[in-house]
């Protein structure tokens, strides 16, 4: 469906433009960073149509959109975002790396059995191993968050 509303020198032009935004160290902060922009750019690019289409603009003009993408990339919010985007992935990162530690009461080891140790120790790695997913969940979760919030706190101001 794109390839029909922006022909390939329109995506080239598009990408030229959008990809110097991404400046991020990693993979995740590169897209953190692309998708912030593309939803503050396009929020403001309704606006842009909006406000052409409610004052009956019919001279030929430059689309909305490459009208907000210029105004972001030239504002204050793109080097925000960024800075934010930064911030926001390496808590992630960070609290993906810390290990989840579980520690055993000395009563309990006391009382534990030989031949029960094999099925401990499964269910101890079971556990650590759906403690880690909730833990990634939960880092993913405030990531998204993160992004989401820098995406609304950086918004270009409607014209």
Do not use: C
């Not at 922009?37 to 842009?48: G, K, N, R, T």
């Not at 406000?51 to 907000?68: A, G, M, T």
């Amino acid at each position: 469906m794109h390839s029909r509303l922006f022909g390939s020198s329109h995506r080239a032009k598009i990408w030229s433009r959008l990809l110097p935004v991404a400046s991020g160290s990693s993979l995740l902060e590169n897209i953190a960073q692309l998708v912030s922009a593309v939803v503050i750019i396009l929020e403001h690019s309704f606006y842009v149509f909006d406000k052409r289409r409610y004052l009956q603009d019919q001279q030929e003009s430059v689309p909305s959109f490459y009208v907000s993408l210029e105004q972001y990339i030239a504002s204050p919010h793109a080097a925000a975002v960024r800075e934010a985007v930064i911030a926001a992935v390496q808590a992630y990162q960070e609290a993906m790396k810390t290990p989840v530690e579980r520690k055993m009461p000395a009563w309990m080891a006391k009382f534990l059995f030989e031949r029960f140790q094999k099925e401990k120790e499964a269910k101890e790695k079971e556990a650590k191993q759906k403690e880690a997913k909730q833990k990634e969940s939960l880092a993913k979760a405030e990531l998204t968050k993160a992004i989401l919030e820098i995406s609304l706190n950086h918004r270009l101001p409607r014209p």
